[in-house]
């Protein structure tokens, strides 16, 4: 069964909160989005493996760590997981990013493909997924198994909130994806939206509603 991090920073509750809030404008939701992305990847990443290596510095030569191991993608689920790419390369600028585009269809909720382009060498790198929103984990499920039908299984699901139901979904489907959340929500509503959650993620950063 994959682990659930939860992650109770102070920083990411305080920007989280005030994501949430219905008056909070798309500039500040964007820019919030943006920061919170920075702080959980910091986190994320905590057991990359290192490797020792002799530097020089000005002073003496000396021991040190590089990371080693498997490079990074990330992967957007379009279009609200684009709102956590740049905090995440402000701190991963070598990553390549992948895109997979998923809507929700309405009446059933299940997702939709209509885009995905991945990196060459995807299969060689540590990859993670995001989307602000895990509500049924319908749409990371499905973009999970696209990503492991094109070879690639080490996979990392990093989400702002998340309802039980979708963590349910991904670990039951995934069992190999540790999930990385800001929040775990009470639970879904009739429409498929978490409570008490922030609303629809991609309108409220793209200011299409
Ligand atoms: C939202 C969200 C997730 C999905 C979560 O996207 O960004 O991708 O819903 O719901 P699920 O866990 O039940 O699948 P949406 O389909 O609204 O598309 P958008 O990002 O283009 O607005
Ligand atoms: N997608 C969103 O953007 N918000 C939700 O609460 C559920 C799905």
């Not at 964007?30 to 020792?52: F, W």
């Not at 956590?84 to 701190?91: C, D, F």
Request: net charge negative; proline share 6%; hydrophobic share 40%.
């Amino acid at each position: 069964m994959s682990k659930v991090h939860i992650f109770d920073h102070p920083l990411i509750q305080h920007k989280l909160s005030i994501m949430r809030q219905k008056d909070t404008g798309c500039k500040e939701f964007r820019e919030l989005l943006d920061e919170i992305s920075m702080l959980m990847v910091y986190e994320v990443t905590r057991d990359l493996p290192t490797e020792d290596v002799e530097i020089e510095t000005p002073i003496c030569t000396m021991k040190t760590k590089t990371l080693a191991g498997k490079p990074i993608g990330i992967i957007p689920i379009l279009r609200a997981g684009l709102g956590m790419v740049n905090g995440i390369l402000n701190l991963i600028p070598n990553a390549k990013v992948g895109h997979i585009g998923l809507y929700r269809d309405p009446q059933t909720l299940e997702p939709v493909e209509y885009y995905c382009k991945l990196p060459d060498d995807a299969e060689h790198r540590q990859l993670i997924v995001l989307d602000p929103m895990l509500a049924t984990g319908g749409s990371a499920a499905a973009a999970i198994t696209f990503i492991k039908q094109r070879g690639c299984s080490n996979i990392r699901l990093v989400n702002l909130i998340a309802a039980p139901e979708g963590i349910a979904r991904v670990q039951k489907e995934h069992p190999d994806v540790d999930i990385y959340v800001a929040a775990c929500d009470e639970k879904l509503n009739d429409h498929g939206y978490i409570v008490p959650g922030l609303g629809d993620a991609g309108d409220r950063l793209f200011g299409t509603k």
